[in-house]
């Protein structure tokens, strides 16, 4: 190495160098956050397993065909179900008791708590790939497609009487935007702001128009609030359900094709060289975004599902030393967040959803003080 | 012996504007071919048809003497493009992550094996930035970030090393030695295209010389070029100095 090189390596990174020294060096460092991972993994299946619990007490689908009928009476897994969600609620009733609070013994807190664990999971899992492939408005615009799909829903469930998720017209809606986003970007070349800000405010004004006819035209009550701002109560035992399964879904896409994502991200143009699949890993994110948000509409909000994509990832993009690092604690500062966040929201009785994006920006400005880095490094497009 | 590079009567242009026109030229395995010509002369666009990111308007290109659009073999070529277009500056990412990407074209979906592993540590070593594995690639000096992506190509052990000025921003004495790092992967058999703006460099450096303005106006061994009038009649008559040491 020339002299020259081993200056500008001797002056430029001590700063933040000799700091993150000062916190941990790199062996117990790793140690904590894989263990905070595996916390985070746990709890996640706990979550995962209350709602498959809560599906299964009811016995779904046995009206469907004899051979179930006769599972659940031989079995009897609808009873043990019951039974052990009811120990679950029991459970909660010990911590209401301890905490001196009224929120762990309903099931219906549960289901709100479990779809934001995962929601602080997945949110940024694939935040990172976005705000460092510079896409983070494109997770805003989806998060504004989706409510145009919440509208859709419900006019459709008006007029049909259909008996299915709202939620699950609001992922199909929500999935073509993220389809017509990817054509709209492949055609201007770049991920040029303006087409995309024209469909993030079109597709919201196409979602409140909808719902004032459709309010005028029929009766369906809906918490539109909830949906807007997020709201604990909006979470049903359905939409529980998709997240729990999108989740996984979204989780075992990015573990399969992580180096794939992870090479687009860093160099598309040497990516398309290496014969990666560009186009096919861009549509992949684009999709995998837009079912996320949709899920994570119920917690935090059609105008702040962003933020969980972004935020957690720019606190760790400050601290982390490598991409994997970046990842972990994205979900770390993602998962704190939601459960901060919760915490303030229900024993302050406020929203959830600007609660978890406050206790996030929170954690931001301590990654900036310690890391020592500007963050201006990161940009939105 | 089949070319590395086969461009036949390859024309493109950017609406109606033709950024290159009817060229022609073939690369020989271990070849180490300077392409030149001044500013706005078509040279990356070049570069982008030979390695298939631009479909041509009109002409045929062959890699490895496959068809470019049915080339699958992305491991075969090593691609450093300019500073601008990566993510290097921004991205919280290390040295040997960004190098064990050269690996990701040969397992596809899988895990990176030990042996991986290894041939991307070895790169490190090759370049001479095994020292710097663990660092943050926005930490590096414009020099150390080009080394690492040379070993992302040695990594993914290409036969052909393609790159586009990629000593834009870097000092010279750290571009000397740069230059001397390909030229010693040429001499162990790797073929390089590189576009570079220093003339000077590239007759010093490269054994074929490539010059273009929109047309290919030379084409052969740099003893030839140095004694033709292709810079000339490219570049107009700028008066531009060519070093010449052969």
Redesign the interface.
């Known amino acids: ?5 081993q200056g ?2 001797d002056q ?2 001590v700063g ?1 160098d000799s700091v993150r020294n000062r916190i941990l060096s ?1 062996g117990p460092r790793r140690t904590i956050e894989l263990s905070g991972i595996g916390v985070v993994g746990v709890l996640a299946a706990v979550m995962i397993a209350f709602i498959g619990l809560d599906w299964l007490r009811h016995g779904p689908a046995s009206g469907a065909h004899p051979l179930v009928e006769s599972l659940y009476a031989t079995t009897g897994i609808d009873r043990a179900a019951a039974a052990v969600f009811g120990q679950f609620l029991i459970g909660g009733q010990w911590i209401d008791y301890y905490l001196g609070t009224n929120v762990f013994r309903h099931s219906f807190m549960w289901r709100s708590i479990a779809t934001g664990v995962l929601v602080g999971i997945v949110a940024p899992l694939v935040g990172t790939f976005l705000v ?2 510079q896409m983070a408005l494109i997770g805003e615009t989806l998060a504004h497609t989706a409510f145009a799909g919440v509208a859709v829903g419900l006019l459709f469930i008006g007029v049909t009487g259909w008996n299915g998720s709202l939620l699950f017209v609001a992922l199909i809606v929500s999935v073509l935007g993220a389809l017509a986003v990817q054509w709209l970007t492949e055609r201007t070349n770049t991920f040029g702001d303006v087409p995309i800000a024209i469909m993030l405010t079109g597709s919201f004004a196409l979602g409140t128009l909808l719902i004032s006819w459709g309010r005028d035209v029929m009766t369906v009550s809906i918490d539109i609030e909830g949906f807007l701002f997020g709201s604990l109560a909006v979470v049903t035992a359905s939409g529980a359900r998709m997240m729990s399964v999108l989740s996984v879904v979204v989780v075992a896409l990015v573990a ?2 992580y ?2 994502l ?2 687009i ?6 990516a ?5 699949n560009v186009r096919g890993y861009n549509t992949l994110l684009v999709v995998m975004t837009a079912v996320v948000v949709v899920g994570a509409m119920q917690v935090l909000g059609v105008i702040l599902v962003a933020g969980m994509l972004v935020i957690p990832v720019a606190a ?2 400050q601290v ?7 990842l972990y604690l994205s979900v770390l500062v993602g998962q704190c967040s939601i459960l901060g966040g919760f915490a303030f929201a229900i024993s302050q009785g406020l929203p959830s959803g600007g609660s978890i994006i406050l206790v996030a920006i929170l954690f931001y400005l301590v990654a900036i003080a310690v890391s020592g880095r500007s963050g201006a ?3 939105m497009h | 012996m089949t070319a590395v590079v086969d461009l036949r009567n390859v024309s493109f242009a950017y609406g109606d504007s033709p950024a290159i026109e009817d060229v022609s030229l073939q690369i020989d395995a271990g070849e180490f071919l300077g392409l030149i010509g001044p500013n706005g002369s078509g040279k990356t666009t070049l570069l982008h048809v030979m ?3 631009l479909t041509p308007d009109s002409g045929s290109v062959k890699l490895f003497g496959e068809p470019v659009a049915g ?5 075969r ?1 090593g ?3 300019q500073q601008a ?10 040295v ?3 190098v064990r ?1 050269g690996r ?2 040969h ?1 596809g ?1 899988g895990k ?1 094996t030990p042996t991986d592993r290894e041939i991307a540590d070895e790169a490190l070593e090759t370049v ?2 095994a020292d ?1 594995a ?3 690639v ?4 414009g ?2 970030r080009q080394r690492a ?1 040379i070993a ?1 190509a040695i990594a ?1 052990e290409a036969d052909l090393l ?1 790159l586009d000025e990629p000593t834009v921003g870097v ?1 010279a ?2 571009r000397d ?1 740069f230059y001397r790092l390909l030229e010693s992967l040429n001499d162990s058999g790797i073929t390089i295209v590189l576009i570079e703006h220093d003339i000077g460099v590239v007759t010093d450096r490269a054994d074929h010389i490539a010059c273009i303005n929109t047309k290919l106006y030379h084409h052969g061994d740099t003893e030839s070029f140095v004694e033709s009038d292709a810079l000339s009649e490219a570049y107009g008559n700028t008066g531009e100095v060519v070093h010449h040491h052969h």
Not at chain 2, 71 to 75: A, Q, S, T
Request: net charge negative; glycine share 6%; proline share 3%.
């Open positions: 190495m020339s002299r020259n090189e500008a390596v430029e990174p933040t790199a460092h492939r399969i094709t180096k794939q992870l090479f991200t860093f160099d598309e143009q040497a398309r060289v290496a014969r990666l760790a993009s982390a030393q490598s991409f994997r690092e970046t490094a990161l940009s | 390695l298939g990111l080339f699958e073999h992305g491991e070529i691609y450093v493009s277009t990566n993510r290097g500056g921004t991205m919280p990412i290390t040997r992550e960004c990407m990701f074209p397992v979906h990176l001479g930035i710097l663990e660092r943050r926005n930490q590096l000096s020099g150390q992506y992302r993914s393609a000092d004495e750290s030695e």
